[in-house]
């Protein structure tokens, strides 16, 4: 960059930093009479939810038990064809891949399918959010072919301003919104699914404190 182009850079940010700005406070949302105006709300926030994930491309299944889920698993082509399966939920579905035995996260390039637990879920958008709380490698979350996430009906908030406060200061070093089936369609206006995460979403809301 040649001398006349830094001065007249300079000559910039020296006006920029000259000038005062008034401050603006941020507006009230919780607890005054404008949230109406702000942020949605929904009377039944879970069924509002399961339909919102359908909307955005993932399968939401209403189940009683993590025992109902395994069985509806059991019953997916995709679940039963999967060779190398992750499971973060316990004992209750069972998996043959085990994060905790490998150091490499490209040795899940292979990995066809993964279920874990998300925190809560938010009615507005389908999001769900994930912390690696529990899960050694964070990138099984995106590289995996096909993911299910368990969400629990109690924990489902109706939009992103309760889910902000509800995640408040962060406890763990990565935590992350997950909506839909990953998809793009940059290319061509070709809707390509799986371009940046996995295929397929499948949602069980379960009936259980969350």
Sequence with gaps: MGSKARDSRQAILDRLRSRE???VE????????????????????????????????????????????????????????AARRCSLVGDEIP??????????????????????????GVAENGAMWITDRDIRHRASLFITQHLALVVSRQSIISNMHQAYERIGQPE????????????????????????H????????????PS
Aim: aromatic fraction near 8%; charged fraction near 20%.
């Design 172 to 195: 763990t070093p990565f935590g992350v919104f997950i909506a839909g089936p990953s998809k793009t369609a940059d290319i061509e206006q070709s809707l390509v699914l799986g371009a």
């Design 95 to 120: 998996g043959n891949v085990n994060l905790q035995e490998i150091e490499d996260p490209h040795d899940l390039s292979s990995l066809d399918f993964l279920i874990a637990r998300a925190e809560f």
């Design 21 to 23: 700005v008034t401050p």
């Design 26 to 81: 941020l507006p009230a949302i919780f607890g005054d009479d404008s949230i109406s105006q702000v942020a949605i709300g929904f009377d039944d926030p879970p069924t509002q939810f399961a339909g919102t994930v359908e909307a955005v491309g993932g399968l939401c299944l209403q189940v009683g038990s993590m025992q109902e889920a395994l069985n509806k698993l059991e019953q997916d082509e995709v679940y039963r064809d």
């Design 197 to 208: 995460g996995c295929r397929t979403l499948t949602v069980f809301l379960v009936d259980e």
